[in-house]
T-cell receptor
């Protein structure tokens, strides 16, 4: 597709289960970001991938969160042993370059609800 | 990361201009000023960015103070579709390593018909 695609759009899970959220960035974009947004809150940075460089994981809230980006394209955010406070919309964005002038294109997000 | 300060909320009337302020007194010389907006139930979308000079595009104008410690996003004629949260963000090179965007709480713009 032309834009950033995220799946699933909605995910309901039980506390303690693992979940995987997928992001398909715009083709050719080298930079990929994950954010999360809790209800009524701003965006919280999670992790940033740029080309083949080591990712910036400084925003991951705990070791239950991890992300990978295979082949420089698709990315998967994994949350292990989910907790209720993990409930949020998880947003992925990509950019054609990692420079300070690059525009970020966001997906529609994956809404995660942990019961 | 250099921080920005924005009013929590603003109101405007339809068809009138809107000036959304942003203070960034600790901006560094390599920081670009970016604006994004987030419509209800959508991901953020890019609006405009600049470094030193004022910028115009089809969506808005960005006026940057001479000392770069503040900027203003200008919507020339607000429409109901412009109701959104507007984020002012500084984006620069952090030691040459990364340039993640850090979103603040933004300004919630309400547009009255």
């Amino acid at each position: 597709g032309a834009g950033v695609s995220q799946s699933p759009s909605n995910k309901v899970t039980e506390k303690g289960k693992d979940v995987e959220l997928r992001c398909d960035p715009i083709s050719g974009h080298t930079a990929l970001y994950w954010y999360r947004q809790s209800l009524g809150q701003g965006l919280e940075f999670l992790i940033y991938f740029q080309g083949n460089s080591a990712p910036d994981k400084s925003g991951l809230p705990s070791d239950r969160f991890s992300a990978e980006r295979t082949g420089g394209s698709v990315s998967t955010l994994t949350i292990q042993r989910t907790q209720q406070e993990d409930s949020a919309v998880y947003l992925c964005a990509s950019s054609s370059q990692g420079s300070p002038t690059g525009e970020l294109f966001f997906g529609e997000g994956s809404r995660l609800t942990v019961l | 990361d250099a921080k920005t300060t924005q009013p929590n909320s603003m109101e405007s009337n339809e068809e009138e201009p809107v000036h959304l302020p942003c203070n960034h007194s600790t901006i560094s010389g390599t920081d670009y000023i970016h604006w994004y907006r987030q419509l209800p139930s959508q991901g953020p979308e890019y609006v405009i960015h600049g470094l030193t000079s004022n910028v115009n595009n089809r969506m808005a104008s960005l006026a940057i103070a001479e000392d770069r410690k503040s900027s203003t996003l200008i919507l020339h004629r607000a429409t109901l579709r412009d109701a959104a949260v507007y984020y002012c963000i500084l984006r620069g090179l952090n030691g040459g390593a990364t340039n993640k965007l850090i979103f603040g709480t933004g300004t919630l713009l309400a547009v009255q018909p």
